[in-house]
């Protein structure tokens, strides 16, 4: 095998994840659970690989990641982007850490990030400012709840393929209930599945309201760098998925969340959700996710490449300072899903046209299209393309 000049990180992720490295120059090795190949065709990607979703087939996924290492070596730069993942890191921690680099908390708190109900335990023993929360087996017959309430599974693993998420229609993290009517239906059809949940006070608010930290943290519970990020837009509008960031300034954030992962002794990657409660001021925890996510590439295009900062840190390459510094100008888009929750939050006289087009004023960067980065952009156009035709076939045969 030929020395490269940089050893490259091993990316189980996303085009988003991929460019990080490609902004950095740093080759990496790209890696789709989900069968989504753009992240091949980014510039420094040196190979693609297609490895089975640990959710579903976790040896098969484990056994294909240390092929890499009898290809490519130790000591790597290993990324993960989604719960599957984290989990099968976790589980497999002992080994993987000797075959790459990685830097993961305590198992408590790799736990209570895949489980909602360990993560309410863990709330208690650290005092962590949450809305009211009660577990499913806490609940009597509902009526002692204060409504409005929001439904949240313990783990989202398979929450997405669930029947209650289908017959919905719309990828919804979450579930509001406005009144015990509601809440007796919904808990019949998600007990039918088997599905562990909490319930949690409702914080009034838009999505808008969703706050985020970011940062990297050394095994010393030291951040590295980090920066705050704002929703502005989800799919579906009521507690979808993310389709238009931003990033902010909000020193409340930095040290709500500095103070806090210090008390667990964090060390990894980590984003943290927070709701704020306008009439208060008050911001409320959501969500650990100790894991790499789809913010990077905002972050990176915006002066803080967290992706990257974590590879020189796993190296040794650089020990500091790192840069502090990042624009809140640029937000990030997914235009298609963006398109849809217009129409949605329209019907509902929430936005007027001018409105929304006035909100998409500024520099934006995309999910797929990159005016630097071009490849990833055909491969996309090309397998779109596939699929009409594949659809137009079926109506025509």
Not at 71 to 98: C, R
Not at 219 to 247: A, H, I
Request: glycine share 6%; proline share 6%; with cysteine.
């Amino acid at each position: 095998m030929a020395k490269m000049a940089k050893k490259p990180a091993v990316v189980l992720g996303n085009l988003m994840m991929g460019r990080c490295f490609s902004l950095a120059g740093i080759p990496y090795i790209g890696i789709t659970t989900k069968n989504d190949k753009r992240l091949f065709y980014s510039k420094t990607c040196i190979k693609g690989l297609s490895l089975p979703n640990p959710s579903k087939a976790p040896e098969k996924t484990l056994e294909g990641l240390l092929k890499i290492v009898d290809e490519f070596g130790e000591g790597l730069p290993l990324y993960y982007t989604n719960d599957a993942q984290l989990k099968l890191i976790a589980e497999n921690y002992e080994l993987i850490s000797k075959k790459f680099k990685v830097l993961l908390p305590t198992q408590e708190v790799v736990d209570s990030s895949l489980d909602k109900n360990i993560f309410h335990k863990i709330v208690e023993k650290y005092d962590l400012p949450i809305p009211p929360t009660k577990h499913k087996s806490d609940i009597k017959d509902g009526s002692e709840l204060d409504y409005p309430i929001i439904i949240k599974p313990t783990s989202r693993i398979h929450w997405f393929n669930s029947q209650v998420i289908k017959e919905i229609g719309s990828q919804q993290k979450v579930l509001l209930i406005n009144n015990l009517d509601e809440f007796i239906y919904y808990r019949e059809k998600i007990d039918q599945e088997d599905i562990d949940y909490i319930v949690q006070k409702y914080i009034p608010g838009p999505e808008s309201n969703i706050l985020s930290y970011h940062s990297f943290f050394d095994e010393n519970s030291e951040p590295l760098t980090s920066y705050c990020g704002r929703k502005v837009r989800t799919y579906p509008y009521d507690y979808g998925l993310s389709c238009y960031l931003g990033l902010i300034k909000d020193d409340n954030v930095v040290k709500t969340s500095v103070d806090m992962l210090k008390k667990l002794n964090f060390r990894g990657p980590i984003k943290i959700d927070y709701k704020l409660d306008e009439q208060t001021g008050k911001i409320y925890l959501l969500e650990i996710n100790p894991r790499y996510n789809m913010w990077h590439y905002l972050g990176a295009k915006a002066g803080i490449n967290l992706p990257a900062i974590a590879y020189d840190y796993h190296l040794g390459n650089k020990t500091g300072p790192y840069p502090t510094e990042y624009r809140t100008d640029i937000k990030w888009l997914s235009a298609f899903q963006d398109f849809q929750v217009y129409r949605e939050i329209k019907g509902k006289n929430l936005i007027s046209s001018w409105g929304w087009i006035k909100s998409l004023r500024g520099k934006k960067i995309y999910q797929t299209y990159a005016s630097d980065d071009i490849m990833p952009v055909l491969y996309g156009l090309k397998e779109t393309s596939k699929g009409v035709i594949r659809r137009v076939r079926r109506i025509l045969s």
